[in-house]
């Protein structure tokens, strides 16, 4: 095939790769300025017995991840097809695949494999929960990226929950990573992915596959053999690993783990007694330690003599790829900063020094570990670092220390993981490199401030009860998110509908509101302005987005200005609307029971909105609603 200079309306820049039927090209989308990858099969090049079929394929892969949205999952932007070609437009990553990294670099050590596997059953996780699995996932087929962060890519025969192109009795995928139930034509589902993945992990692990040879013999062994303990391979593996690996790589799938999260904790758990770090020696009994208990945490972190400061007061040495320094100057809100330059590090240092304890490492694992010994009042991170992406290190910050306030730290705009970042990680700020000191100290001082009210608020979980007075919000110029969500909790709270700001506002009247559900592309502009102005007035009422939006900068926008509570990418998933909506309603809820929790969604107020044209129109509205419905009952 002759290289096109156009492809639709993306220009062509090269050739990334070949295949059996098809071409993967480098491109450039003139209209947003961004490079992509385009895939595309020549029609002519299938005989008229496999057209058909491979097409169906080709189009069934657009619609499998054209609906994920996962900062660990190679993105679909497009899908095109004319007379000649068929074509999906993707996400460029800049990176290699697994097995490219694995043939130069051989074996990986137990901490690199541990981050492998772990960003893998996220991302196949988040597949899961969408109804798509993968069923060929192998080493060619996850891409590491410039930053070390991990993408699966090519789910061309995937299976989505609702589809019936592919039918029990097919076999389908590489034979070194398929699962016993693919081999048989069985009933594939979920499990057969985490198979690939427990064989995936113990390559990495032992530095060898768990069964060899060819198709013929590796069926056999898959079928009715179980690979020798890993640890008899790679010493330095504990026998917990083994047990883990064993379940990952049973014949039958009720005897696996039932979902990538289950086996993540449990791989997770095998990593870390492997790994035997002294950090899990340091004993803390108390959730805020002093400095002195701080300092001698921070030393175990840290090689070399300590030094001393100008008072004759021992610290800890400054720098180091794994080091987490600590500034005991004053006894103030503790800061954990991650970045994996640094130069960063010594500014922000710089910076917070005089006013907090400053806590700094460029390594997010050893961060994660030491927020689970102490309480981190602010957490900062970077998005793009080697070993773990700041969305990722927020997102499990969040479940190790809910109360602590995250800040994203980042240099670049990557939509899916932007996100990710407020659905998973809950970020109070995105903060651009290269920033403003003035503007930096200030969100950081907002955020200490919150911090240290919410770290001894007192709050219990709150559970949804079978019917509660506040209600859901539908705004939208079409009925059909409002369908749906009256489908989905009408019978646990009031759902209503309004399709534009003026009747949302005077709805608002008349129904006490927990959650604004809203498609922000529906009157852009007077959506966004009345989201933040809201948020100003009223921060305890949640909003969900749901939007197409490809421009992060808008995004960044209404997080940093509305705190927006969740995004969905259209179409929309009905099973994470639903959790989404319970998410915030439970929220709600338990501002209720404690309002001072409401400090985490604060947003500076903006002069700029309130005196637009626009602004000035809604505020009066948004203003009467203050005080009005919430804390009572």
């Not at 110029?477 to 209503?496: T, W, Y």
Request: charged content about 25%; hydrophobic content about 40%.
């Amino acid at each position: 095939m002759t290289q096109p200079e156009k492809i639709g309306k993306y220009e062509i820049q090269g050739v990334l790769g070949k295949g059996g039927m098809g071409v993967v090209y480098k491109a450039f989308d003139p209209a947003i300025s961004r490079s992509v990858a385009i895939k595309a099969i020549t029609k002519s090049s299938l005989g008229d017995s496999e057209l058909q079929h491979v097409m169906s394929r080709f189009r069934h892969e657009a619609q499998a991840v054209g609906r994920l949205m996962h900062p660990r999952i190679v993105q679909i932007y497009d899908y095109g097809e004319d007379d000649e070609i068929a074509y999906i437009v993707m996400e460029l990553v800049s990176g290699k695949t697994l097995a490219q990294h694995w043939a130069q670099e051989g074996q990986y050590d137990i901490r690199d494999a541990g981050e492998i596997i772990r960003q893998l059953l996220d991302g196949i996780g988040h597949a899961h929960a969408e109804g798509v699995v993968h069923r060929d996932i192998k080493p060619s087929n996850i891409l590491i990226n410039s930053d070390g962060g991990l993408k699966i890519s090519d789910f061309g025969i995937a299976r989505i929950s609702t589809s019936d192109l592919t039918q029990v009795g097919d076999v389908l995928g590489t034979p070194h990573y398929m699962s016993p139930e693919q081999f048989l034509g069985t009933a594939v589902t979920a499990l057969a992915d985490l198979f690939a993945v427990g064989i995936i992990a113990y390559e990495l692990l032992t530095g060898r596959k768990p069964f060899n040879g060819n198709s013929a013999a590796v069926m056999q062994q898959i079928l009715n053999e179980q690979p020798p303990n890993a640890s008899l391979i790679n010493p330095k593996l504990s026998p917990l690993m083994n047990r883990v690996l064993n379940k990952a790589l049973a014949k039958q799938p009720q005897d696996r783990f039932q979902s990538a999260r289950e086996f993540a904790d449990a791989f997770r758990e095998a990593i870390e007694v492997s790994l035997n770090s002294d950090l899990a020696d340091v004993k803390v009994s108390a959730p805020a330690p002093d400095s002195a208990a701080l300092l001698s945490a921070a030393r175990l972190l840290n090689a070399g003599p300590a030094p001393t400061n100008a008072a004759g007061e021992t610290l800890p040495p400054i720098g180091g790829d794994s080091a987490i320094s600590l500034d005991t100057s004053v006894k103030k809100a503790r800061l954990l900063v991650i970045d994996d330059e640094e130069r960063i590090l010594t500014a922000l240092k710089s910076l917070f020094r005089s006013r907090y304890h400053v806590f700094a490492t460029t390594d997010g694992n050893k961060a994660l570990e030491f927020l689970r010994k102490y309480q981190m009042h602010v957490i900062i991170s970077d998005q793009r670092m080697p070993a773990m992406v700041g969305v990722e290190l927020l997102r499990q910050s969040r479940e190790i220390s809910p109360r602590s306030v995250r800040i994203l730290l980042t240099g670049y705009s990557d939509l899916a993981a932007i996100v990710g970042s407020i659905n998973d990680g809950e970020v109070y700020r995105f903060i651009s490199k290269p920033w403003d000191n003035a503007e930096l100290q200030t969100i950081v001082a907002e955020a200490v401030t919150i911090a240290l009210e919410l770290a001894d608020a007192k709050s219990a979980a709150v559970e949804l009860p079978q019917k509660m007075d506040a209600g859901v919000l539908v705004i939208d110029r079409d009925e059909e998110i409002f369908r749906v969500a009256r489908e989905l909790v009408g019978d646990l709270c009031p759902v209503v509908f309004a399709p534009d700001t003026d009747t949302a506002l005077a709805v608002m009247q008349k129904q006490e509101i927990a959650v604004v559900i809203t498609d922000i592309e529906a009157g852009h502009d007077q959506l966004t302005a009345m989201l933040k102005l809201l948020k100003q007035e009223n921060p305890q009422i949640l909003t969900i987005v749901v939007t197409t939006a490809s421009d992060s900068e808008q995004v960044i926008d209404l997080i940093n200005q509305a705190q927006i509570f969740r995004f969905l990418n259209k179409p929309v998933s009905v099973r994470l609307l639903k959790g989404h909506v319970h998410a915030a309603l439970q929220r709600y809820l338990t501002y209720k029971q404690a309002p001072i929790l409401v400090d985490a969604h604060r947003v500076q107020r903006s002069e700029q909105v309130r005196e637009s044209s626009v602004g000035r129109r809604i505020l009066d509205g948004i203003k009467s609603l203050r005080g009005k419905w919430f804390g009572q009952g």
